[in-house]
């Protein structure tokens, strides 16, 4: 912990104060101003904006279809077993490997997908090479490799629920819908807090993906971030800053600042979302004894 963690956590702050470009023979203290340039960086609103935009098409679509593909297999017998293999399949492979076989599907001439549209008459999309659309292809690539774990999370959380609440519920008329609002929502909670953190962990930490399907096509960096920055991810941005020694800031110690601020950012959503869920939770524990209390009176 002292070595790999704590050490090196004490050095990146120095850094922070610092401008050292890793030619100089040791870093410059430039005190605050790396703070105050984050703090007037129009490209930091950019590429936030840009890791934002993938949160809104990638971890939002993930957590709900996640919870939809588990709640299908969650009774359909032997056969199930079989099908969340075959999802969960995609987790395991490389996410770079993922992004280029991406770039290919993606293709708007040769791409399966293009030729599928083509059969129905319609153009296809340029996916990667459009402003509208890049960040949407590259949220539906990382969506389709970690579907997969997010069912099986939630699938796991489904089978600790115990039935008799189920069975209570549907003694008091409850409807179906009714019985995942106030029973199987409550007791997700936990599971569903677990998997929003990681999520929003993961789409602030995006880079892989970015840099295999916009990137030279050589595993460089060079194009990576395209069409028209569109794509240019916090991380991204963090490392062109880390080795782009042609701007008078640029270097280990703005990458540094850059990486706090990431940190910083990243427990505060981390915080609130923990907040929020331990407020919705407790309200939806008092919800259902409530619910059932009037239906009770009313009978």
Request: hydrophobic share 50%; proline share 5%; net charge positive.
């Amino acid at each position: 912990m002292l070595v790999f963690i704590l050490i090196p956590l004490g050095v990146s702050v120095y850094y922070t104060f610092t401008k050292w470009d890793l030619i100089a023979p040791a870093p410059t203290w430039v005190g605050l101003d790396n703070w105050r340039y984050l703090l007037h960086d129009s490209r930091i609103v950019k590429v936030m904006g840009n890791t934002f935009r993938f949160i809104l098409f990638g971890p939002t679509v993930y957590l709900v279809l996640g919870l939809l593909l588990a709640l299908l297999l969650r009774n359909g017998g032997r056969a199930t077993s079989g099908f969340r293999a075959v999802f969960i399949l995609p987790y395991v492979l490389a996410t770079v490997g993922v992004g280029t076989i991406w770039r290919w599907v993606l293709n708007d001439r040769a791409g399966p997908i293009a030729q599928l549209l083509d059969v129905f008459g319609i153009n296809s999309p340029q996916w990667l090479f459009d402003p509208k659309w890049a960040m949407i292809a590259i949220a539906a690539a990382t969506t389709w490799q970690a579907l997969g774990f997010g069912m099986a999370i939630y699938f796991a959380g489904l089978q600790d629920i115990p039935k008799q609440l189920y069975e209570a519920a549907g003694l008091d008329g409850a409807t179906p819908f009714q019985r995942f609002r106030y029973v199987t929502l409550p007791q997700l909670s936990p599971i569903i807090l677990f998997l929003t953190v990681t999520a929003l962990i993961s789409a602030l930490q995006l880079y892989d993906p970015v840099v295999a399907m916009t990137g030279d096509g050589f595993g460089g960096t060079a194009a990576a971030g395209g069409p028209q920055d569109s794509t240019r991810t916090i991380v991204l941005y963090l490392y062109n800053q880390m080795f782009q020694y042609n701007e008078s800031i640029s270097g280990l110690g703005y990458a540094s600042t850059i990486a706090w601020f990431l940190a910083i950012v990243t427990i505060v959503f981390t915080v609130a979302q923990w907040m929020l869920f331990q407020r919705r939770r407790s309200r939806g524990e008092r919800r259902p004894r409530r619910g059932l209390l009037r239906r009770k009176a009313g009978a």
